[in-house]
Structure formats: C-alpha cells, structure tokens
C-alpha cells in the first residue's frame, strides 16, 4: 500500500510540475473542455485492450487514462472547487453507501438484487433534485449505450413490455413502418423509422439480458475480420479490392462466412 501511495504522490508532484511556472507549454494551455477529449479517447483505447486480451497495452491505458483524471482533478484545484484527496473520499463513501451488503447488515440472495438495491439506493440519493432522471444519462454516451440507459431507466417506472415476445412484436412492428417509409421514398419519415427501429433492437437486447453497444462492437470486428480475410483471399487469385468485381467480393465472402 505504501507503494501504491508513494506512485500516487509522484503523479501528483509530476502534474504540479506540468503546470508550474516552469512546466511544460503544452500542459499549461489545457482546459477542462481539451481534456475531457482525451478522457474520452483514453477510455476507448483501455475498452480496446480489454476486448484484446492485451493485459500489457491495458495496464498501459489504464496510467494513461488515470493520468487524465489526475489532470482534471488539478485543473479544478487550480479554480479552487476540489482536490484529488476529494474525488478519492467521494467514490470511497458512495461504493461504502452503495454496499450495504458488504458495509452494513443487509441481505441479497444474488447479484440481480444487488443491483436493484443499488438503483434503489441512486435513486434516494437524487431525490430533490430539479434534473428529470432520464436527464442522468450522459449525452455523450454512444448512442446505442444511452438507448439502453434509457430504457433501463424507464422500466424502472414501470414502462416496459412484460416478456421477450411484447418487445420482438415492437421489432416487427417497427420494421414494417421502416418499409412502408422506404416504399414512400420519404427520407425524413425513413431515418425516424430507422431510429425507431434501433431503439427497439436496443430494447430486445435489454430483455434478453444483452448489451446492444456490446453485440455492435462485436459485429463490427468480426465485419473487419472477415474483410481482411476476403482481401487476403482474392490477393490468392490475383485479385485486388479495386479490381474485384462485387460477384467476386460476394462469392469469397459467402466462403468466408461459413468458414468465420
């Protein structure tokens, strides 16, 4: 523990220095507004190195990603609204507050009913407050994350279809509306249906108990995959992607989905 310490200090004194009168040009002209952008871009690159089993790149992202929550807590230092020490002792009260069944005496039989005390919990916490509580979710989730948020949240109050099939029937619903939009040639009414149509795929992964930003990070790399795999393929026959025709790309594509 000293050591986790006696690293926390060093980064601390490393950010101060940055800053200082004699730190570094760069540094000294950020902003809360300029390092949001690389908390972001910090966070996405530490999701990567998960999904790639990478534990050395992960423990690199991870000091980088940190390195920007010491930066942002500094810059508010500077302004005189809070401190590192104040980030620190907040998350470790509300994880205490949010834990009453490993801090306190109360009783869960699994994780489900851990989660629900938690929201339970969240939402005694926000009592009072002015913000509506869909206006929790953050804007700058992804948009297939905020959908579920969203939803989520909402079936908390009760709004939710009872079981899988009420929601699959919403799916169809919805994609005959996006055909009758499309045999319309209405591009207005065809991208509201389209994003109806995606709100309710959201709402279907929620109920099978699937994370839809999840399964669409899935699907795109295995897209990549099987991409690079196709260019490899017609590379064999002396092909490039400029020179292959689509009958080309779709029968090497078919092959390698059977095949991925």
């Not at 509201?192 to 790399?221: C, M, P, T, Y």
Request: one cysteine or more; charged letters at 40%.
């Amino acid at each position: 523990m000293e050591k986790i310490c006696n690293e926390l200090l060093a980064l601390v004194h490393i950010m101060e220095r940055l800053r200082g009168k004699d730190g570094c040009p760069w540094d000294k002209k950020q902003t809360p507004d300029t390092v949001k952008e690389y908390l972001l871009e910090e966070a996405y690159e530490v999701v990567d190195a998960v999904e790639k089993k990478d534990s050395k790149a992960l423990c690199e992202e991870l000091g980088d990603l940190f390195f920007q929550i010491i930066f942002l807590s500094h810059l508010a230092k500077e302004k005189g609204e809070f401190s590192l020490l104040d980030v620190f002792r907040l998350i470790k009260e509300k994880m205490i507050r949010r834990h009453p069944h490993v801090f306190g005496d109360v009783k869960v039989k699994d994780a489900e009913e851990v989660l629900k005390n938690w929201a339970r919990i969240k939402e005694k916490e926000k009592k009072g407050s002015e913000k509506h509580p869909l206006e929790d979710i953050p804007l700058c989730l992804p948009a297939l994350l905020r959908a579920q948020k969203l939803s989520e949240k909402a079936a908390r109050f009760g709004f939710d279809w009872k079981d899988k099939k009420g929601i699959w029937e919403k799916v169809k619903e919805e994609f005959r509306e996006l055909e009758e939009a499309i045999e319309s040639e209405d591009k207005e009414r065809v991208k509201e249906e389209i994003g109806d149509l995606l709100f309710s795929i959201v709402n279907l992964s929620r109920h099978w108990k699937l994370n839809a930003e999840q399964i669409l990070r899935e699907a795109n790399r295995k897209f990549v995959e099987r991409f690079k795999k196709m260019e490899e393929e017609l590379k064999k026959r002396g092909l490039s992607l400029e020179s292959a025709t689509l009958e080309q790309m779709d029968s090497v594509w078919e092959k390698i989905k059977k095949d991925v």
